[in-house]
T-cell receptor
Framework: NAGVTQTPKFQVLKTGQSMTLQCAQD?????MSWYRQDPGMGLRLIHY???????DQGEVPNGYNVSRSTTEDFPLRLLSAAPSQTSVYFC???????????FGPGTRLTVT | SQKIEQNSEALNIQEGKTATLTCNYT??????LQWYRQDPGRGPVFLLL?????KEKRKERLKVTFDTTLKQSLFHITASQPADSATYLC???????????FGAGTRLAVHP
């Protein structure tokens, strides 16, 4: 099992550009989440999903969109990148029968 | 809103000693609390979960306590080793499905 995979590992965008961060898991987990991690702050929840076709907003959803068409994939879309979105982004998944979350390796995004 | 506080200063200890990390929270009564380990450039890795009705949980050299009256969790690593050096994150149940609220983490450095 590869676990949770994320691509790309690094990305530089100019202000106003859009892009999609990819996340996939091969553990057949129902729940998936996107977090951002900034220096001195805890991981903050952006969006999450409790199953294919079901998504909801977390603590900091503005400027991001998600969809969940399959159990395996949970892409995060930045609609119009802003410097405030410079961060490290982590995707996580968990099964419905346990609370532990499995995290991907992260995507380091810089918006100039 | 819920708030989690972890020591922002790094904890430096000598190999073989017990490391104790603190997690305090306010404005909420979580059903469970989790601890994760994060190495530089990597995603967090789950270590332990403790429920509100449990006072203590152990796993090998790790011990977690949970005091719902004090709104505090303590995380202990006994017989610490340089390989234990990492940032340790506390996370609590944020209510609803798949919502975790993370602290900013405490960096632990174990010196030989």
């Amino acid at each position: 099992n590869a676990g949770v995979t994320q691509t790309p590992k690094f990305q530089v965008l100019k202000t106003g550009q859009s892009m999609t961060l990819q996340c996939a898991q091969d553990m057949n987990h129902e729940y998936m989440s996107w977090y951002r991690q900034d220096p001195g702050m805890g991981l903050r929840l952006i969006h999450y999903s409790v199953g294919a076709g079901i998504t909801d907003q977390g603590e900091v959803p503005n400027g991001y969109n998600v969809s969940r068409s399959t159990t395996e994939d949970f892409p995060l879309r930045l609609l119009s990148a802003a410097p405030s979105q410079t961060s490290v982004y982590f995707c996580a998944s968990r099964g419905s029968d346990a609370y532990e979350q499995y995290f991907g390796p992260g995507t380091r995004l810089t918006v100039t | 809103s819920q708030k989690i506080e972890q020591n922002s200063e790094a904890l430096n200890i000598q190999e073989g000693k017990t490391a104790t990390l603190t997690c305090n929270y306010t404005n909420y009564s979580p059903a469970y609390l989790q601890w994760y380990r994060q190495d530089p450039g990597r995603g967090p890795v789950f270590l332990l979960l403790i429920r509100e009705n449990e006072k203590e949980k152990r796993k090998e050299r790790l011990k977690v306590t949970f005091d719902t009256t004090l709104k505090q969790s303590l995380f202990h690593i006994t017989a610490s080793q340089p390989a234990d050096s990492a940032t340790y994150l506390c996370a609590l149940d944020g209510g609803g499905y798949n919502k975790l609220i993370f602290g900013a983490g405490t960096r632990l450095a174990v010196h030989p």
